[in-house]
C-alpha cells in the first residue's frame, strides 16, 4: 500500500467527522428540545382550558343550586309575612316541608321569630325552646335593617348531621315591622356527594368558598379544612378585587406547589367556585417524555460516535454515513417547513379551514375545531359545526356558498361566528382551491372578525340619532323662545297705545304702567336666565361662596315666591329644623334654586293646592323636599326632566310661560355647589317631590327652639288661603 501522501488527511477527516457528529446530535437535540416545549405549552393551555370550563359548569350549578334555596326562602317569607302563623303551626310546618322537597341540598326550614326563637321546623312538630338571638347569622338581621338576604359561614351542627351554611332572609310585614329570619340549612355533604359524581381529571381539585376566602366544600374531600380561612391565597387576596373570574398559575399560599387555578363569583351570591390542577400530574406524561427523549439523545451520541468511528476506517462507512446524515437533515429541513406553515395556519389571528366540495369539513386551524372540548366528528358540515350554529336562514347561505364556490366562484359574506364565548361576525370568504389542471380539490374558507367595525357604524348611528335630537330640541326651544318673547311684547306694544291716549294720571294709565313694568320683569327674568345657561355651559359662571345658614336662603325663597302661592290660594307649609344647616355657598344662586322649585310647584299644583317645603340634615348633607300635590310627572319623562330645554308634554295646556331651562339651570347650580337634585312623581295627577342634597360645612350647631315652633323642632307657616 502506497503512503498517504497526506499524513494529516486522517486526522482533517476525523475532524471533520466529530464535529458533523457532534452538530448533527445538536441539532437533534434542539428540535427535540423545541418539540417537548411546545408540548409542555400546549398540555398546559388545555390544562388551562379544561380548568375554565369545570369551573364555569359548577359556577352554573352552583348558582342554580342557590338561586332555587333562595327563591325557596323567598317564598317563605312572603307566606310568612302574609299569613303570620301562630307557632308549632301544623299548617306552616306543612307547607314548609313540602318547600323542602324542592331543594335537595338543604336539610332543613326554620322560621326564627324576632325575638330569636324558632317558630317553625320542618324537623320538630314542637320546636324546642332554644334561642338562636346570639347567632351571627340572626343577630345581622337586628344590627343592620339593610341586610335582607345572607349566606353565614360554615357551622358544626349540634345534632351530628355534619357542616352546613345557613342562608338566610329577612320576612318583613307590610308595615315594615320585622317579623324574624327564614333559614335553610344547606348541607355541604351533599354539595361534596354532587362533585364527587363528576369525571375529574387526575390532579384536579373542586372547591366552593365564600367571598372571604372560608372554605365551604371540596371533592376529593377533606374534611378538617372545612371553614378553614384562605384569605391569604391570591385567589382572595389580589385577583377577586380585580376580576370576577380568571384562570392563572401560581405557586404561593396556601400550597406551597405549582397549580392551574380557575376561579368564577357565583352570579348574585357571596360564594366562590376554584378549580385547581396539580401541574406536576398534568406534566407526568411529559416528564416521561423528556426522561426517553433524553436517553434517545445518549443512545443517538453513542450511535453518531460509531458511525464517526466507521467513516474515519472507511470510505465506503463514511459515504453512507453521510448519506444518512443527508437523509436525516432532509427530514428536519421538512418537518421545519411543514412546523411554519402549521404555526401561520394554526396561530393566525383570522379563522381558516379546508372544505370538501360536498362542504365536510376537512381542518380547521387551532381552537376552532373543537366545540365544548370535544373534537367535532368526521364528515362534519360547515353549516352544522356549533359555531355556525344559527338560524336556517344563514344555514341556507352557508350551503349556497358552497355551491358557488363547487363551481368555481368567490363567496363572500357576513356571519354569526362563536370561535370561543363570544358571538362574533366575520366577513367570510369561500373560495375554490385548485390542482395544475384547474379541477377545484377542496374549498379554503377565512373569516375576519368585522365585530368592531359594525359595533362602531352602530356607535355612529347612535351618534347621529343624538344629533338630530339636539337640532329637534334647538328647533322647539327657538319657537317657545319666539312664543315667549310675542307674549311679552304684544302687551307691551298695547300698553305704548293706551299710554299716548290716557291722561297721565287716569287709572288707565296707571294699570298701563303696572302691566308695562310687570311684562318688562318677565322679558328680563327670560333674558336672565338664558344668560345663566350660556355662563353655565362655557364654564364661565363664578360662585361668590361664603359660609351660610341654609334656612335664611329658604326663607328668603319662600318670601320671593309667597304673592304667586297667594294668587293660587295655595296652603303652604315651611318646616324647618331648629338646628342650623351650615355650608359653603352662594346666598344669591342657591335662592335662584329654591325660587325656582317653589315657583315651578306654584304653577303646577292647582287652585287651593298643597306645597310643603321641608329641609333636615342627614349626616354631612344637607336634604331640601319641595313637596306638591299638582299635575305630577310622568314616569317615562322623570330621566330627562333636568335635560335643558326639556319640557314636559302633558303639562303644554297648563304652562304659565317659560323656556324649559329652569330645572336645567337648578340641576347644573346645585352640582356647583357639590350636590345633587333628584326628582320622584307616583305619575300625572299625583303631585311631585323635588330633593336637593348639599354638602354641610360643619355638624349643626343646636340652638334653643323658637317659641313658635313645633315640638319636633320644625317650623311651619300657616296655610295660605
Given at each position: 500500500m502506497a503512503p498517504d501522501p497526506d499524513p494529516k488527511r486522517g486526522l482533517r477527516e476525523w475532524r471533520s467527522a466529530a464535529l458533523a457528529g457532534i452538530a448533527f446530535v445538536s441539532i437533534i437535540a434542539i428540535v427535540a428540545a423545541l418539540a417537548l416545549q411546545r408540548e409542555r405549552r400546549l398540555l398546559i393551555e388545555q390544562a388551562r382550558k379544561d380548568a375554565t370550563t369545570l369551573a364555569a359548569l359548577f359556577e352554573e350549578n352552583t348558582a342554580r343550586t342557590f338561586d332555587g334555596v333562595a327563591s325557596t326562602l323567598e317564598g317563605l317569607a312572603i307566606y310568612t309575612a302574609a299569613m303570620q302563623p301562630p307557632k308549632n303551626d301544623r299548617a306552616a310546618r306543612e307547607t314548609m316541608r313540602a318547600r323542602l322537597g324542592f331543594v335537595p341540598t338543604v336539610r332543613a326550614l326554620f322560621v326564627i321569630g324576632p325575638d330569636g326563637f324558632i317558630l317553625h321546623d320542618t324537623d320538630y312538630p314542637n320546636t324546642p325552646a332554644v334561642s338562636l338571638a346570639d347567632r351571627p347569622y340572626f343577630r345581622q338581621y337586628l344590627d343592620d335593617e339593610r341586610v335582607t338576604r345572607a349566606v353565614s359561614e360554615a357551622l358544626q351542627s349540634r345534632s351530628g348531621t355534619g357542616w352546613f351554611v345557613a342562608v338566610t332572609r329577612r320576612i318583613t310585614a307590610r308595615d315594615g315591622r320585622f317579623l324574624g329570619v327564614a333559614v335553610a340549612a344547606v348541607q355541604l355533604d351533599s354539595i361534596s356527594r354532587l362533585y364527587r359524581k363528576l369525571d375529574l381529571q387526575p390532579g384536579q381539585?373542586?372547591?366552593?368558598?365564600?367571598?372571604?376566602?372560608?372554605?365551604?366544600?371540596?371533592?376529593?374531600?377533606?374534611?378538617?379544612?372545612?371553614?378553614?380561612?384562605?384569605?391569604?391565597?391570591?385567589?382572595?387576596?389580589?385577583?377577586?378585587?380585580?376580576?370576577?373570574?380568571?384562570?392563572?398559575?401560581?405557586?404561593?399560599?396556601?400550597?406551597?406547589?405549582?397549580?392551574?387555578?380557575?376561579?368564577?363569583?357565583?352570579?348574585?351570591?357571596?360564594?366562590?367556585?376554584?378549580?385547581?390542577?396539580?401541574?406536576?400530574?398534568v406534566l407526568a406524561?411529559?416528564?416521561?417524555?423528556?426522561?426517553?427523549?433524553?436517553?434517545?439523545?445518549?443512545?443517538?451520541?453513542?450511535?453518531?460516535?460509531?458511525?464517526?468511528?466507521?467513516?474515519?476506517?472507511?470510505?465506503?462507512?463514511?459515504?453512507?454515513?453521510?448519506?444518512?446524515?443527508?437523509?436525516?437533515?432532509?427530514?428536519?429541513?421538512?418537518?421545519?417547513?411543514?412546523?411554519?406553515?402549521?404555526?401561520?395556519?394554526?396561530?393566525?389571528?383570522?379563522?381558516a379551514c379546508v372544505i370538501s366540495p360536498d362542504g365536510d369539513l376537512l381542518e380547521v386551524n387551532h381552537g376552532q375545531g373543537e366545540a365544548g372540548g370535544q373534537p367535532l366528528p368526521a364528515g362534519t358540515k360547515l353549516w352544522e359545526c356549533p359555531w355556525f350554529a344559527a338560524p336556517e336562514s344563514q344555514q341556507s347561505v352557508l350551503r349556497e356558498g358552497i355551491a358557488l364556490a363547487r363551481a368555481g366562484e368567490t363567496f363572500r359574506c357576513e356571519a354569526a361566528f362563536r370561535g370561543d364565548s363570544r358571538l362574533r361576525l366575520i366577513d367570510l370568504v369561500l373560495s375554490p382551491v385548485r390542482d395544475e389542471a384547474g379541477a377545484i380539490l377542496a374549498i379554503a374558507g377565512a373569516g375576519v372578525d368585522v365585530t368592531e367595525r359594525k359595533h362602531q357604524e352602530e356607535q355612529l348611528r347612535v351618534l347621529a340619532r343624538d344629533l338630530a335630537d339636539v337640532d329637534r330640541r334647538r328647533a322647539e326651544f327657538l319657537a317657545t323662545l319666539s312664543?315667549?318673547?310675542?307674549?311679552?311684547?304684544?302687551?307691551?306694544?298695547?300698553?305704548?297705545?293706551?299710554?299716548?291716549?290716557?291722561?297721565?294720571?287716569?287709572?288707565?294709565?296707571?294699570?298701563?304702567?303696572?302691566?308695562?313694568?310687570?311684562?318688562?320683569?318677565?322679558?328680563?327674568?327670560?333674558?336672565?336666565?338664558?344668560?345663566?345657561?350660556?355662563?353655565?355651559?362655557?364654564?364661565?359662571?363664578?360662585?361668590?361662596?361664603?359660609?351660610?345658614?341654609?334656612?335664611?336662603?329658604?326663607?328668603?325663597?319662600?318670601?320671593?315666591?309667597?304673592?304667586?302661592?297667594?294668587?293660587?290660594?295655595?296652603?303652604?307649609?315651611?318646616?324647618?329644623?331648629?338646628?342650623?344647616?351650615?355650608?359653603?355657598?352662594?346666598?344669591?344662586?342657591?335662592?335662584?334654586?329654591?325660587?325656582?322649585?317653589?315657583?315651578?310647584?306654584?304653577?303646577?299644583?292647582?287652585?287651593?293646592?298643597?306645597?310643603?317645603?321641608?329641609?333636615?340634615?342627614?349626616?354631612?348633607?344637607?336634604?331640601?323636599?319641595?313637596?306638591?300635590?299638582?299635575?305630577?310627572?310622568?314616569?317615562?319623562?322623570?330621566?330627562?326632566?333636568?335635560?335643558?330645554?326639556?319640557?314636559?308634554?302633558?303639562?303644554?295646556?297648563?304652562?304659565?310661560?317659560?323656556?324649559?331651562?329652569?330645572?336645567?339651570?337648578?340641576?347644573?347650580?346645585?352640582?356647583?355647589?357639590?350636590?345633587?337634585?333628584?326628582?320622584?312623581?307616583?305619575?300625572?295627577?299625583?303631585?311631585?317631590?323635588?330633593?336637593?342634597?348639599?354638602?354641610?360645612?360643619?355638624?349643626?350647631?343646636?340652638?334653643p327652639v323658637a317659641p313658635d315652633a313645633g315640638a319636633d323642632g320644625a317650623r311651619s307657616s300657616a296655610p295660605r288661603a
Open positions: 381539585q373542586v372547591s366552593l368558598l365564600q367571598g372571604n376566602g372560608t372554605l365551604l366544600a371540596r371533592y376529593p374531600a377533606d374534611d378538617a379544612l372545612i371553614g378553614r380561612s384562605f384569605a391569604e391565597a391570591p385567589v382572595f387576596a389580589t385577583k377577586l378585587l380585580q376580576r370576577r373570574a380568571d384562570t392563572f398559575v401560581t405557586s404561593g399560599p396556601p400550597w406551597g406547589y405549582e397549580r392551574i387555578v380557575s376561579y368564577r363569583a357565583v352570579e348574585g351570591h357571596p360564594l366562590v367556585v376554584l378549580v385547581s390542577t396539580r401541574i406536576e400530574v406524561t411529559w416528564n416521561r417524555a423528556v426522561v426517553a427523549s433524553i436517553a434517545g439523545l445518549l443512545a443517538l451520541s453513542l450511535l453518531t460516535a460509531g458511525a464517526v468511528r466507521f467513516f474515519v476506517l472507511g470510505q465506503r462507512a463514511r459515504g453512507r454515513a453521510q448519506a444518512h446524515r443527508n437523509a436525516e437533515e432532509a427530514a428536519v429541513a421538512v418537518a421545519q417547513a411543514n412546523a411554519k406553515f402549521r404555526a401561520f395556519f394554526e396561530q393566525g389571528s383570522m379563522f312664543h315667549e318673547l310675542r307674549n311679552v311684547l304684544t302687551p307691551v306694544q298695547n300698553c305704548a297705545q293706551i299710554l299716548k291716549i290716557a291722561e297721565p294720571g287716569s287709572t288707565q294709565a296707571a294699570r298701563a304702567r303696572e302691566v308695562l313694568s310687570q311684562q318688562l320683569r318677565q322679558m328680563k327674568r327670560l333674558i336672565d336666565d338664558l344668560l345663566d345657561v350660556s355662563r353655565i355651559n362655557s364654564g364661565k359662571v363664578q360662585l361668590e361662596l361664603e359660609g351660610i345658614d341654609l334656612r335664611t336662603v329658604l326663607l328668603r325663597a319662600a318670601d320671593a315666591t309667597q304673592s304667586s302661592m297667594e294668587r293660587a290660594s295655595h296652603k303652604f307649609e315651611l318646616a324647618l329644623p331648629a338646628d342650623e344647616l351650615l355650608m359653603s355657598g352662594d346666598p344669591a344662586r342657591l335662592e335662584q334654586v329654591f325660587t325656582n322649585l317653589l315657583g315651578n310647584a306654584a304653577k303646577y299644583t292647582p287652585l287651593g293646592g298643597n306645597i310643603r317645603l321641608a329641609a333636615r340634615s342627614e349626616g354631612h348633607e344637607a336634604v331640601v323636599e319641595i313637596r306638591d300635590d299638582g299635575l305630577g310627572i310622568p314616569v317615562t319623562a322623570q330621566a330627562r326632566i333636568f335635560e335643558m330645554f326639556e319640557q314636559v308634554g302633558s303639562h303644554a295646556d297648563q304652562r304659565q310661560g317659560g323656556l324649559g331651562i329652569g330645572l336645567g339651570l337648578v340641576s347644573k347650580l346645585v352640582a356647583l355647589h357639590g350636590g345633587h337634585v333628584e326628582v320622584f312623581s307616583d305619575g300625572p295627577g299625583h303631585g311631585s317631590t323635588f330633593t336637593v342634597y348639599l354638602p354641610l360645612t360643619s355638624a349643626p350647631t343646636p340652638r
